[in-house]
């Protein structure tokens, strides 16, 4: 039997639902069928009962639901009772934070955290900073951010001025936007590590920690590696992925979304994250300015 370690799951069930209407989103404004809303419900109070039931490993959940997931009393539940469990580290979820925040103050707020984006067009931009100055009074670890399209700079740059000093605010490229340099000096002086995000990565054959400390699971307990590799690890309800994990090489040409470029292994963000990965916050505030990324780009 190997020895208890840290273990990052990234859990995403059938949920694909949201209520935006992002244009630059395959799941806007999609609705779920019962069944499916059903089915999402059973298949993350089954995982939430496993983590309960206790594991030798130090538990890391973060929630990357295809849709919004906070607007459903589970996945609510499920981070305040995660919260809890004192062999869960960190719970966090990605959100757009159009629910309402006070269910919080039942939380463990050492353990629990969000990943908030701001979609401009898609919410009043006052009731999103009043959120997340509601967050602030909680003491709920969260960063914020936006995708980093032209349109939205104003928006941004008026976020990062009247937000909190110390909150990450984040800048995700655009699919498929080409940045001059000029442009995407711009960003960078919001979010400092916008040049790691500014195209996507080769990453074929580099070491990644995806398969060794962190997980994917879907709503039916399959394991794999990440959300972007298909090979089945075995399944986290019998146990079957652990003889499987281990250090490995990404298969894939290149890595685009942060959540997987983050964890691999030449790149700085998961030191300079160190504490605050699963909820993308950096130990300190990047510096605005040019970075220097150590592994090609692709593009």
Known sequence: MRDAMDLTVLYRGPLSSC???????????????TERLRADRAALERFTAWAAAGTED????????????????????????LSRLPQVRRVAIQTNLS???????????????????YHPGQTPYDRFLGKCHELHRLGVRFSVGTVGLPEHLEQARRLRAELPEHIYLWVNAADGHRYTDAEAAEWTELDGLFPYSRDPHRSAGLPCRTGASVISVDGEGTVRRCHFVREELGNLYDGSYRAALGPRACPRAVCASHSGFALVEPLPLYAVSA???????PARRPPAGPVSVTIGRHG
């Open 58 to 81: 130090r538990l890391s959940v973060l929630f990357t639901p295809w849709g919004e997931g906070l607007t459903r009393s589970w996945y609510r539940r499920a981070l305040v009772e």
């Open 275 to 281: 504490g605050g990965v699963r909820e993308r916050i």
């Open 19 to 33: 209520d935006y209407d992002c244009p630059y989103c395959p799941f806007a404004k999609r609705r779920d069928s």
């Open 99 to 117: 629910c309402r925040t006070d269910w919080l103050a039942e939380a463990d707020r050492e353990s629990v955290a969000l990943w908030c984006t």
